[in-house]
Nanobody, 117 residues
Framework: QVQLVESGGGIVQPGGSLRLSCAAS????????MIWVRQAPGKGPEWVSG????????YYADDVKGRFTISRDNAKNTLYLQMNNLKPEDTDLYYC??????????RGQGTQVTVSS
């Protein structure tokens, strides 16, 4: 079955870094645009970053541009999000999704990122 499984979240101090991974299975990963989304309890999903199927075009929300880097390894069916210079306001549940919109029904369960001193 179609599955996305995130990992790499955790607790980090402001200014620190984390690398999230999203392992895909059950579909042709290399054929799809992928995105990272974050969501706080009680709030709507927020699009963070996207990457095209070939991995040569990337897109970022303004508040993460220059700090986050999205990438993918189609041979390993894995999506990544390198997060540097993390801020307390980056604290959220992060999940990956297939396609271009935050309402995608193909998404993972998420991994929690907490930025706190």
């Amino acid at each position: 079955q179609v599955q996305l499984v995130e990992s790499g979240g955790g607790i980090v101090q402001p200014g620190g870094s984390l690398r999230l991974s999203c392992a895909a299975s059950g579909f042709t990963f290399s054929a799809y645009h992928m995105i990272w989304v974050r969501q706080a309890p009680g709030k709507g999903p927020e699009w963070v970053s996207g990457i095209n199927a070939g991995g040569d075009k990337t897109y970022y929300a303004d508040d993460v541009k220059g700090r986050f880097t999205i990438s993918r390894d189609n041979a390993k069916n894995t999506l990544y999000l390198q997060m540097n210079n993390l801020k307390p306001e980056d604290t959220d549940l992060y999940y990956c999704a297939r396609g271009m919109v935050v309402t995608s029904k193909v998404r993972g369960q998420g991994t929690q990122v907490t930025v706190s001193s």
